[in-house]
């Protein structure tokens, strides 16, 4: 038997026609860890989320810039790191959403942060030195689920 690899990474380019290789390289992964497909899909919209962000916010549409995405695979611990070189995003600043009047009024957009946190386990900023952003997306395996797939 092969061992899964704890630690695999992916570099894409900051368009949206870059999303459906994320998508597919997430659920993959999410897949052969061991997560059942309604896990797989809430992995995969909060990755898209967050690269989404990235490509509108981070770069300002600019479709020459890298997206780095590392997934990191330990003990039940599913974690996807998305790191940028675009402008820094202070999550501290952004209101919560009034989803009622999101809803009443037919706003699109603003959701992505909080779609993030209500479909991860955990979700950390991270800021470096020369306009490096991260972000970590962290899902457990619950224990309903078989052990990652070796």
Known sequence: MVEMAKK???????????LLEVRDFVS?????????????ANIVLA???????????????????KIFIAILRNNGTFEVRIKDNGKI????????PDLKRNLSHHRRGGLGVYLMRKLMDKVEYNFEAGNNNEVSLVKFLSKKHDSPKK
Do not use: M, W
């Open 89 to 96: 995003f202070d999550p501290e600043a952004l209101k919560a």
């Open 8 to 18: 695999i990474s992916k570099t894409v380019l900051s368009r949206t026609d870059q």
């Open 28 to 40: 993959d992964a999410a897949r052969q860890f061991g997560f059942s497909e309604e896990d797989i």
């Open 47 to 65: 990755v898209d989320e967050a690269c989404t962000n990235i490509i509108k916010h981070a770069y300002q549409y600019a479709p020459d810039k």
